[in-house]
């Protein structure tokens, strides 16, 4: 059963505190994408991975960090430098070579109190 | 700066109605230009559009763009409740996507 997986599906975290959004493919994608969705907003891109053991920043990546040592995986770290974190994360991922499609994972609502 | 403007944000019909949702851009280094449909959590894809003129067409939706006015129109027609979600437009660019804000349809019997 191929797909894209996020955990947790709901998150809640005191201010200050890090936190780490797992994604998960078993899509053989190379490249791996991080969303941020904030309520009637598009999605704006945190950070990218087109291989392993490399990644670049998107739009928005300041309070944020990520890893990408196994292809399956691409954690997002929320730190606490992140000014306002509370919102609707989204991994994808692509196969990464020429014109080609992302997919989605379900996502992580990520709400900081 | 690229930026991808979707157009109207939300929209309200009846049941049997057409709609037509825009999506235009401006943006360096086009490569294609994707539609998107989210309901409740992930976008799920549509279409991908890389030529102009040509039609994609899926069931009740169909989609072209137009490279040279550099806008795409998602048209469905004989809507039904199930197509009430948000309709995303993307543009893919030598970097990732840059998406619009969407459209919101809601779509009632």
């Known amino acids: 059963d191929g797909g894209i997986t996020q955990s947790p599906k709901y998150l809640f975290r005191k201010e200050g505190q890090n936190v780490t959004l797992s994604c998960e493919q078993n899509?053989?994608?190379?490249?791996m994408y991080w969303y941020r969705q904030d309520p009637g907003q598009g999605l704006r891109l945190i950070y990218y991975?087109?291989?392993?053991?490399?990644?670049q920043k998107g739009d928005i990546a300041e309070g944020y960090s990520v890893s990408r040592e196994k292809k399956e995986s691409f954690p997002l770290t929320v730190t606490s430098a992140q000014k306002n974190p509370t919102a609707f994360y989204l991994c994808?991922?692509?196969?990464?070579?020429?014109?080609?499609?992302?997919?989605f994972g379900p996502g992580t609502r990520l709400t900081v109190l | 700066e690229d930026k991808v403007v979707q157009s109207p944000l939300s929209l309200v019909v009846h049941e049997g109605d057409t709609v037509t949702l825009n999506c235009s851009y401006e943006?360096?280094?086009?490569?294609?230009l994707l539609w998107y449909k989210q309901e409740k959590k992930a976008p799920t894809f549509l279409f991908m559009l890389?030529?102009?003129?040509i039609e994609k067409k899926s069931g009740r939706l169909s989609s072209i763009l137009d490279k040279k006015e550099l806008f795409s129109i998602l048209n469905i027609t004989a809507t039904q409740t199930g197509d009430s979600a948000v309709y995303l437009c993307?543009?893919?660019?030598?970097?990732?996507?840059?998406f619009g804000k969407g459209t919101r349809l809601s779509v009632i019997a």
């Open positions: 994808a991922s692509s196969i990464g070579r020429g014109r080609d499609t992302q997919y």
């Open positions: 899509l053989n994608h190379d490249a």
């Open positions: 991975s087109q291989i392993v053991n490399d990644f």
């Open positions: 943006v360096t280094n086009f490569r294609s």
């Open positions: 890389t030529s102009s003129g």
């Open positions: 993307a543009v893919e660019r030598n970097t990732p996507l840059v």
